[in-house]
């Protein structure tokens, strides 16, 4: 889109693509503009915090519903989704995809 974060039609436009409402899509970020963008599009937000923004943040900081200090810390976050997750419930088929 001609939109950057935090806007977030990138990714409403990401959502539609998959065939998914916003509040079934969990955005994660290491950026306060991904968990503003996050929040703009009604999607849960997670901070990657071993990215490469801010030193010592707390979900708090950044009003995100998660934060994460490795990739698979993650997987629990799913997990706890679950319920409103279709694509982990059901599984994810990207044969519409392009």
């Not at 977030?8 to 539609?16: E, G, N, S, T, W």
Request: charged share 15%.
């Amino acid at each position: 889109t001609a939109h950057s974060k935090p806007h977030p039609l990138p990714l409403i436009y990401a959502a539609q693509r998959m065939q998914l409402s916003c509040a079934q899509c969990i955005y994660v970020g290491d950026d306060l503009r991904d968990i503003q963008a996050g929040h703009a599009a009604g999607m849960r937000t997670v901070i990657a915090a071993y990215g490469y923004g801010e030193d010592a943040i707390t979900a708090q900081d950044w009003g995100a519903d998660f934060l994460i200090t490795e990739p698979l810390a993650l997987l629990p976050v799913l997990a706890s989704c679950v319920d409103y997750l279709p694509v982990i419930s059901a599984g994810f088929d990207n044969t519409h995809h392009n």
